[in-house]
Structures are given as C-alpha cells and as structure tokens.
C-alpha cells in the first residue's frame, strides 16, 4: 500500500527591502515568537493562506500587516520569487520582494513576533556570517548538513535561508539588478 503524502500547506511571506537615511539596504526579517510551529525562528513576515485571500500576494500582504504592522500603502511588490517548501513542516511559501517605506518603529504582534530585525544586505553576504552544521531534524531520515547565516546570536537557516541565498548577489547591487 503506498502512503500518500500530506498536501502541502500554501503560505506567503513578503520579502521587504528599504533603505534608511544611512543609505544601506536592509531586509526585514522576524524572529517569531516562541510558541508555535516555528516558534523562536527567524524568517520572513506571512504565515499561511486564509480561505478569504483572493491570491498568496493578498496572504503575504495581510500576514505582514498583522505581525509587523507595515500597511499596504507602505509596500511596493517588485515581483513575486520563486516558492520553497518547508523542511519539515509541509508549507509551500510564495515570497514576494517589496521596497517599502518603514515606519520609525515596528508596531508588531507580540502574540506571534518577538523581534522586528532590520539586517544590511552586506553583513549578509559576508562570509563570516555563513555557517553549516550537521542537523537531525525529525522528519529526516538521519543526519545532513544545514547551511545558515548568522544574524547575532541567531541563526537564518531553512526555507528563509533559502529565499534569502539566491537573492543576495542581486541585493547587493541594488533590487531591480545592474543597470
């Protein structure tokens, strides 16, 4: 009898980027907070697809409201990426990468978000910053290697570190690429 595997859960995250009165471009990320699913975690702002969401842009956009308090009219997509699943969990993420406008502070949940984290693109690109250790998470079947950045005392690793790979040499020229 072969076992039919759980559908996947669709979720949306939005992948912000703004630059301050410093000039530096930041991406926003959040540590969640310890309770739940991914609870202590850092990733992006979103969460999963409600029954009412016209699209996954609607979700992400709706998920960031709530969590960090960043409203529509502060977020400009620029495209939506290419979507990750989860390790573990069975999640489909779609993130969408918007500039936004940041309020001076971040209004956030602190049912669901510890922390609002406000990270240079460069200090994520420095080498330094790339770790990988060997990992047991439960649904593996043993031991591999995990790939993540640091980020102070954290760490960035799964599907947020795989949303976040790809897209740093084109941050690190700006969002919209050379030229």
Same mark, same amino acid.
């Given at each position: 009898?072969?076992?039919?595997?759980?559908?996947?859960? $669709?979720?949306?995250?939005?992948?912000?980027?703004?630059?301050? %009165?410093?000039?530096?471009?930041?991406?926003?990320?959040?540590?969640?907070?310890?309770?739940?699913?991914?609870?202590?975690?850092?990733?992006?702002?979103?969460?999963?697809? $409600?029954?009412?969401?016209?699209?996954?842009?609607?979700?992400?956009? @709706?998920?960031?409201?709530?969590?960090?308090?960043? %409203?529509? $009219?502060?977020?400009?997509?620029?495209?939506?990426?290419?979507?990750?699943?989860?390790?573990?969990? %069975?999640? @489909?993420?779609?993130?969408?990468?918007?500039?936004?406008?940041?309020?001076?502070?971040?209004?956030?949940?602190?049912?669901?978000?510890?922390?609002?984290?406000?990270?240079?693109? $460069?200090?994520? %690109?420095?080498?330094?910053?790339?770790?990988?250790?060997?990992?047991?998470?439960?649904?593996?079947?043993?031991?591999?290697?995990?790939?993540?950045?640091?980020?102070?005392?954290?760490?960035?690793?799964?599907?947020?570190?795989?949303?976040?790979?790809?897209?740093?040499? @084109?941050?690190?020229?700006?969002?919209?690429?050379?030229?």
């Amino acid at each position: 009898m072969q076992v039919k595997p759980n559908p996947l859960i $669709d979720s949306a995250v939005l992948v912000p980027i703004f630059r301050r %009165a410093d000039g530096v471009l930041r991406v926003v990320l959040v540590r969640r907070s310890d309770h739940g699913v991914h609870g202590g975690q850092i990733g992006f702002p979103g969460g999963k697809r $409600d029954p009412g969401d016209q699209s996954l842009l609607e979700t992400a956009l @709706r998920e960031t409201h709530e969590e960090i308090g960043l %409203a529509r $009219d502060r977020v400009k997509v620029i495209e939506e990426l290419p979507a990750v699943e989860t390790l573990t969990t %069975a999640y @489909r993420i779609s993130p969408f990468l918007a500039q936004i406008d940041p309020p001076p502070a971040w209004p956030h949940c602190s049912d669901e978000i510890a922390e609002v984290l406000e990270v240079a693109v $460069d200090d994520l %690109a420095k080498p330094e910053e790339h770790g990988e250790e060997m990992a047991d998470l439960p649904a593996w079947p043993g031991p591999r290697p995990l790939p993540f950045f640091r980020l102070g005392p954290h760490r960035v690793w799964g599907a947020t570190y795989r949303i976040l790979l790809p897209l740093l040499p @084109r941050l690190l020229v700006g969002p919209d690429g050379p030229g």
